[in-house]
């Protein structure tokens, strides 16, 4: 009796326990876990104390964007070369559901005329050209051969990747030279005019949105169909936590990420005026970095404008 008994718990144990638990920290990580955590608050004391509010709430959306990206392993390049090498549709289909997700709130945000600057909320709206081909093709290499894109290379530097930070610095002096010829690439290169769904035809902004979730629809449709005919392996499990654990400790679901990312962008549009970016942080860190050296980047066609306001501390 009292094998079964103990047998049966054993089974209950085996039961309630995950097979990829995530393993405790060891000697080596705690004072690195404590120590960061220390960095950030003091960081983040001194934005709020020496910026400003918005500064610092964007430091706190900059930090939650990262955490997310983090315990999701969510990434942008890492889902195409999925795709293509194995035919697995998971990272697509989390792309559509955050685009989905973020799609709605943006449209209700515009429509309303909503932030909380006061002024209007502005999109991210380029024209295609010929400086958009040839980039493209350049930062596929890129991405590629450096492992990752702008948001998988700095949550990987911060999670103590430190072989991405070659990847970073690489990143950080492309974007500078771009920033140099900036205005070749924009203004002496063909382009179109930049397009809006919503404001450059009459569908204004439900009817954009409309059309921009059956896109995404129809998009996810076929990741299923290729699913079906290819029959990938999956995504392998990686090591977590139960419950509120999970928060803090081991992977999270992809999908639940891509929504808890457009809901983040969705703040920083409200907060900011103008939705989460991440490779202008790599002009401006580099061109302060050799406007000490005495190089002056102000006279940049990159830096007229508004733009130049970042190159300048309040």
Same mark, same amino acid.
């Given at each position: 009796?009292?094998?079964?008994?103990?047998?049966?718990?054993?089974?209950?144990?085996?039961?309630?326990?995950?097979?990829?638990?995530?393993?405790?920290?060891?000697?080596?990580?705690?004072?690195?876990?404590?120590?960061?955590?220390? /960095?950030? =608050?003091?960081?983040?004391?001194?934005?709020?104390?020496?910026?400003?509010?918005?500064?610092?709430?964007?430091?706190?959306?900059?930090?939650?964007?990262? $955490?997310?990206?983090?315990?999701?392993?969510?990434?942008?390049?890492?889902?195409?070369?999925?795709?293509?090498?194995?035919?697995?549709?998971?990272?697509?289909?989390?792309?559509?559901?955050?685009? &989905?997700?973020?799609?709605?709130?943006?449209?209700?945000?515009? #429509?309303?005329?909503?932030?909380?600057?006061?002024?209007?909320?502005?999109?991210?709206?380029?024209?295609?050209?010929?400086?958009?081909?040839?980039?493209?093709?350049?930062?596929?290499?890129?991405?590629?051969?450096?492992?990752?894109?702008?948001?998988?290379?700095?949550?990987?530097?911060?999670?103590?990747?430190?072989?991405?930070? =070659?990847?970073?610095?690489?990143?950080?002096?492309?974007?500078?030279?771009?920033?140099?010829?900036?205005?070749?690439?924009?203004?002496?290169?063909?382009?179109?005019?930049? $397009?809006?769904? /919503?404001?450059?035809?009459?569908?204004?902004?439900?009817? &954009?949105?409309?059309?921009?979730?059956?896109?995404?629809?129809?998009?996810?449709? =076929?990741?299923?169909?290729? &699913?079906?005919?290819?029959?990938?392996?999956?995504?392998?499990?990686?090591?977590?936590?139960?419950?509120?654990?999970?928060?803090?400790?081991?992977?999270?679901?992809?999908?639940? /990420?891509?929504?808890?990312?457009?809901?983040?962008?969705?703040?920083?549009?409200?907060?900011?005026?103008?939705?989460?970016?991440?490779?202008? #942080?790599?002009?401006?860190?580099?061109?302060? =970095?050799?406007? /000490?050296?005495?190089?002056?980047?102000?006279?940049?066609?990159?830096?007229?404008?508004?733009?130049?306001?970042?190159?300048?501390?309040?």
């Amino acid at each position: 009796m009292m094998e079964t008994v103990e047998r049966l718990n054993r089974q209950t144990l085996a039961r309630n326990t995950p097979t990829n638990a995530a393993a405790p920290l060891n000697h080596w990580q705690k004072p690195h876990v404590i120590i960061g955590s220390i /960095a950030i =608050i003091l960081l983040g004391a001194y934005i709020f104390i020496e910026t400003s509010l918005t500064q610092g709430v964007l430091y706190i959306l900059g930090l939650a964007l990262g $955490f997310t990206l983090f315990h999701a392993r969510f990434g942008f390049t890492s889902a195409f070369r999925r795709l293509m090498s194995v035919g697995n549709v998971q990272g697509i289909q989390a792309h559509m559901i955050m685009l &989905a997700v973020a799609s709605t709130i943006f449209a209700i945000i515009f #429509a309303t005329d909503f932030t909380l600057t006061g002024s209007s909320p502005s999109g991210n709206i380029s024209p295609v050209g010929v400086s958009l081909i040839v980039g493209s093709f350049i930062f596929g290499i890129g991405m590629q051969l450096g492992g990752g894109c702008a948001s998988g290379t700095l949550y990987h530097v911060g999670s103590g990747q430190s072989p991405t930070v =070659i990847t970073l610095v690489g990143f950080i002096a492309g974007s500078v030279i771009g920033a140099y010829h900036w205005g070749f690439w924009m203004n002496d290169m063909p382009s179109f005019k930049p $397009f809006s769904l /919503a404001e450059s035809t009459n569908l204004g902004y439900f009817g &954009a949105w409309a059309v921009q979730i059956a896109l995404f629809a129809f998009i996810y449709w =076929i990741t299923v169909q290729v &699913a079906k005919r290819k029959k990938p392996p999956m995504i392998k499990a990686l090591p977590t936590e139960r419950g509120w654990k999970r928060v803090f400790r081991g992977s999270w679901p992809l999908y639940t /990420a891509a929504v808890v990312l457009a809901l983040l962008n969705a703040l920083v549009l409200i907060v900011r005026g103008s939705p989460w970016g991440i490779t202008s #942080a790599f002009a401006l860190w580099g061109s302060k =970095i050799i406007s /000490a050296f005495g190089i002056d980047v102000s006279s940049w066609t990159y830096w007229s404008g508004d733009k130049g306001d970042a190159l300048t501390p309040d």
